[in-house]
Nanobody, 124 residues
Framework: QVQLMESGGGSVQAGGSLRLSCAAS??????MAWFRQAPGKEREGVAG????????SYADSVKGRFTISQDNAKNTLYLQMNSLKPEDTAMYYC???????????????????WGQGTQVTVSS
């Protein structure tokens, strides 16, 4: 099993920044990603990374504003979010898979482990 716990969400004004963290434990991961889901919308992939230091991918809506990174020594995944917009408001989830890395598509069905989520609210 893989356990994931997100932190770092909150409320900010447009143009502000937040950094999300995802602490991972349990079995090793092959691929990790950040997803988000706004009320009434489907869950969408925001950024994904191969844990072995390979590919990184971003959704077009966050390119140039968000940065995914990892600290393997701390088993922690990060999402630095800059220039936040009201449309970034959503519940953000950390996800992982042990065998397959579905990036750049980042389809939720291909990630088998999920955290509980952390809320990000951006006001105009």
């Amino acid at each position: 099993q893989v356990q994931l716990m997100e932190s770092g969400g909150g409320s900010v004004q447009a143009g502000g920044s937040l950094r999300l963290s995802c602490a991972a434990s349990g079995y090793s991961r092959y691929c990790m990603a950040w997803f988000r889901q706004a009320p009434g919308k489907e869950r969408e992939g925001v950024a994904g990374i191969k844990v072995d230091g390979g590919a990184i991918s971003y959704a077009d809506s966050v390119k140039g504003r968000f940065t995914i990174s990892q600290d393997n020594a701390k088993n922690t995944l990060y999402l630095q979010m800059n220039s936040l917009k009201p449309e970034d408001t959503a519940m953000y989830y950390c996800a992982a898979d042990r065998a397959y890395c579905d990036i750049p598509s980042m389809r939720p069905i291909h990630f088998h482990y999920w955290g509980q989520g952390t809320q990000v609210t951006v006001s105009s």
